[in-house]
Structures are given as structure tokens and as C-alpha cells.
């Protein structure tokens, strides 16, 4: 079978009421379309076609390096119309499957069973069991329980709104019945719009038989038409990554209060507290613990490392034992080696801390190499920027930079070297030697402090 989707996500989204096109907005931090290229994705689609229409432009540039083509729908015309405006691109002999950019999270079994019901002489419809069908249009059967056709609600008799099988809208069939139905379509209705769903009647005339399955859950067929839909889909979309999360081993202090907004690797007995968030590609071995009100993205943290609350990691690589905040700040390229640890108040960037090396507090540690077992005291920075250009600070192994340090980079502190607190270090410091660098005391006596004038 040679499948090719189109992906209709053209429409402005009024009930949305922002200038953001209505399938860019963000559900787990991934736009809405963004799920369904990714679904069709992994049914290995011969093509993706998105046809694209309000803010067609900025969708585009948003979504360039993913693996669809796009067809243009000038004018929104309806469903029918907007898929007719891919099909000059769809090869004839192609199975086409049609999903929406608004309908985010249908899984690929799903897709990939209705697509099993689609031969040459069958179409394949997606349809939902609801308690309230209200916006939904209704599946209509004969006395055998066949389908026969959808009617929309706006064109519903009051018998026929009392169906509670509503149409999702995808469905499948062959391009070359598609290509003959299209042209076939007709806006008489209350809508003055092309309905794709018209095609059943079409295909039931011409003695296409359609197969209709109904979808596990209904949220896997929920469309988005305003934000307060975005956020029930947001809480599904989270819940359902929670209870994974829990059977793959994760304790979570509350299901309700995580959020994966990307793909979180895990291995056993990791616990998580609550309100932390994970962006990007995240990798948690055994044993990890995470406090509360952490955001980790795109990071690697390997077993029995220990995230204290508040804490931003952010492209940053953790070994095994390492220990990291409260309120820490690990920004892009941030290596901590096994059993080292950055404590409260620290912020690295670019920088390598060896094996049980540590910045326990009130510390900047920038563009940075620091080798085994050193320790780096309260208030230390690293002067890497001189305005224009970033240099390298080194510091050896078993080093000791006494508090309240200033290391002018490039600088280069040697093995077991001490800097004495308050030092500003603007030279290396060899192997095993002390550097004072601060002005000398003096104490004043009789010193009186000023005071008030009356």
C-alpha cells in the first residue's frame, strides 16, 4: 500500500482569538500540526501534504524542517475544497488518509487500523461514540447498519441530531475515487461550503462500501477550536504521558502536576516532586531524584544524580552521584563529571567540573575547565567576557579558590594551587602555590562614621 496523508490546516481559528494561526499554538510545547506531521510520520507515508490557507506564510517558516509539501487554499471553501487543492499532487494509485492540523492526538495505531479497512472497492471512515455529538456531524446507517451518509449538524432534522455517533472527519480511501468525487461536491447547503464528508454519499451511490471504526477514546479525535479545548487536551495529553511515566517505573509525587513538553527518557525507581517540567529530549537513568519546580531541557542526567528544587538545567550532561541545586542555573554546555556538585545560586555555562569537584554557592562559572576534587568557594566568578571576546578559565586538580574570587580569563590555576579569598587573579598560578592578590588592610584608628546634620 502506498499511503499518502493530507493534513488540512488552513483555517484562520477565530474562537481562538489570537493572530497566532490557529494549528501553530502549542499543545506540550509542540504546535498542533506539528503532532499530526509527526503521527503521519510514523506511518511512513510516501508524502505528507499540508494544505495551508490563514497565515499560510508564517506556518511555513515555522514548520520548514519537517517532511511535508504544502498546497495553497486561496479562499476556505470547506473541507472538500481544501483537499482537492493537494489531490494534483497525490499519485492515483496512492491510499489517501486525511487528518486535520487541529486534531493533535490520534494515534498512529489508530490511523494504521482504519487504514487496513481501505481496498479498491472500500473507503474507510473514523467515526466517535459521544454523550453530547453537539458540533459533530452524525453518521447515518441503514436498517443493516451500514453507513449511508453524514449529515452536518446545521443541515441535522431533530431526529437526526438525537445520533450520538459523530463524524471525526478522517477518513481514507483511494486517490483515484477522491479525484472522481471531488469535482462531485456541491455548497448547497446552510454552510454555503464543499463537505468532504458528502463524499460517503457519493461513494454509497457509486457502490463503495464504508467502513466505519469507531476510535478507542474520544480525545484521540478532539478538535481544538478554542483555548479552553487547548488546555482540556494539555491535561489528557500530560495525564496520559504521567501514567507511562509511572509504569515504566517513575514515582511522581502528583500525576497532575508535570509536564513533558518533548520526550523524557527514564530508567527505575526515579522520583519526581511536583510542578517540574521537561523540554526537548531529556534522558533520567536509575535512581535520579528531582525536587520541585524544576525545568530540565534537553539534558542527559545519569543514575543516582540529585536535583534539589528550583533548578534550570538546560543542555547541560550530569554523570553518575552528581548533586545539583537548590536554584541553580546549569545553561548549554554544562559537563558535571561523576560525584561533582553545583549548589545554590550557581550559574555555569560551557563549563567541565571534574570528578568530585565542587561550587557549593554564589558562584558564575563560565567557558571553564575544572579538573577532580578541586573546590571553588562562595562568590567566585569567572571573567570570561571582555566585551567582545570569551576566554578560558582552567583550574586544576585539587585546586582551592577561596571566596569572594574574581579569575580574569585566560587564566590558568594550577593542581593543588590556592587562591586567597577576595583575590582578583589576572596571572596563572603555578602547581602547589598560594596567590593573594587584594589590597593591603588598613585600619584606622579614632575613626569617627558621619552623621545627621540637625
Known amino acids: 500500500m502506498k499511503l499518502e496523508v493530507v493534513i488540512l490546516a488552513a483555517g484562520q481559528g477565530t474562537r481562538m482569538r489570537s493572530a497566532l494561526p490557529k494549528v501553530l ?8 500540526v506539528h503532532h499530526v506531521i509527526d503521527t503521519a510520520t510514523a506511518l511512513d507515508a510516501k508524502a505528507i501534504h ?79 461514540e459521544l454523550n453530547d455529538p453537539t458540533g459533530y456531524g452524525r453518521i447515518l446507517r441503514d436498517a443493516k447498519g451500514s453507513v449511508t451518509a453524514i449529515v452536518e449538524q446545521k443541515d441535522a432534522t431533530p431526529e437526526q441530531l438525537k445520533i450520538r455517533e459523530g463524524n471525526t472527519g478522517i477518513l481514507a480511501a483511494k486517490a483515484s475515487l477522491l479525484k472522481k468525487w471531488l469535482p462531485q461536491l456541491s455548497a448547497n447547503n446552510a454552510q454555503g461550503e464543499y463537505y468532504l464528508t458528502d ?18 477514546a474520544a480525545w484521540e479525535v ?21 501514567e507511562q511515566l509511572m509504569t515504566d517505573g517513575v514515582t511522581l509525587a502528583d500525576p497532575a502536576r508535570i509536564d513533558v513538553r518533548g520526550t523524557l527518557t527514564v530508567g527505575r525507581d526515579i ?3 511536583v510542578n517540574c517540567v521537561f523540554e526537548g529530549d531529556v534522558t533520567l537513568g536509575d535512581n535520579v531524584r528531582i525536587g520541585p519546580n ?3 531541557r534537553n539534558a542527559r542526567i545519569a543514575a543516582n544524580a540529585e536535583i534539589e528544587s528550583h533548578t534550570l538545567i538546560d543542555e547541560a550532561v550530569l554523570g553518575v552521584d552528581t548533586h545539583v541545586g537548590p536554584f541553580a542555573r546549569l545553561r548549554p554546555g554544562t559537563e558535571l563529571a561523576a560525584k561533582a556538585k553545583v549548589g545554590n545560586f550557581v550559574e555555569t555555562k560551557k563549563t567541565y567540573i571534574g570528578v568530585g569537584s565542587k561550587a557549593n554557592h554564589l558562584t558564575y562559572l563560565g567557558d571553564c575547565v575544572i579538573g577532580e576534587n578541586a573546590n571553588v568557594g562562595a562568590g567566585t566568578i569567572t571573567c570570561n567576557y571582555d566585551g567582545v571576546n570569551k576566554s578560558k578559565t582552567t583550574i586544576g586538580d585539587g585546586a582551592f579558590i577561596g571566596s569572594n574570587s574574581s579569575l580574569v580569563a585566560p587564566v590558568n590555576i594550577g593542581k593543588n594551587a590556592t587562591v586567597g579569598a577576595g583575590s582578583v587573579i589576572t596571572a596563572d598560578i603555578p602547581d602547589n602555590e598560594l596567590a593573594v592578590a587584594r589590597g593591603k ?10 552623621m545627621k546634620k540637625q
Open 25 to 32: 499554538h502549542p499543545l506540550a510545547g509542540k504546535a498542533l
Open 50 to 128: 499540508t494544505v495551508i490557507g490563514h497565515g499560510a506564510e508564517r506556518v511555513q517558516q515555522q514548520l520548514a524542517a519537517l517532511p511535508t509539501g504544502w498546497a495553497l487554499q486561496e479562499q476556505q471553501l470547506g473541507t472538500g475544497h481544501a483537499v482537492a487543492q493537494a489531490m494534483p499532487k497525490v499519485a492515483d494509485d496512492s491510499i489517501v488518509l486525511v487528518l486535520y492540523g487541529d486534531v493533535p492526538l490520534v494515534k498512529a495505531a489508530t490511523l494504521q487500523k482504519l487504514l487496513t479497512a481501505v481496498d479498491a472497492n472500500n473507503m474507510a471512515l473514523l467515526t466517535v
Open 199 to 216: 463524499i460517503i454519499g457519493l461513494a454509497v451511490q457509486q457502490g463503495i462500501g464504508v467502513n466505519a471504526q469507531q476510535a478507542p
Open 222 to 242: 478532539q478538535g481544538i477550536n478554542n483555548r479552553l479545548q487547548l488546555s482540556e487536551l494539555e491535561r489528557i495529553h500530560q495525564r496520559n504521558i504521567a
Open 271 to 273: 522520583f519526581i516532586d
Open 294 to 296: 524544576c525545568v530540565i
Open 441 to 450: 588592610q588598613r585600619n584606622i584608628a579614632g575613626w569617627r562614621r558621619p
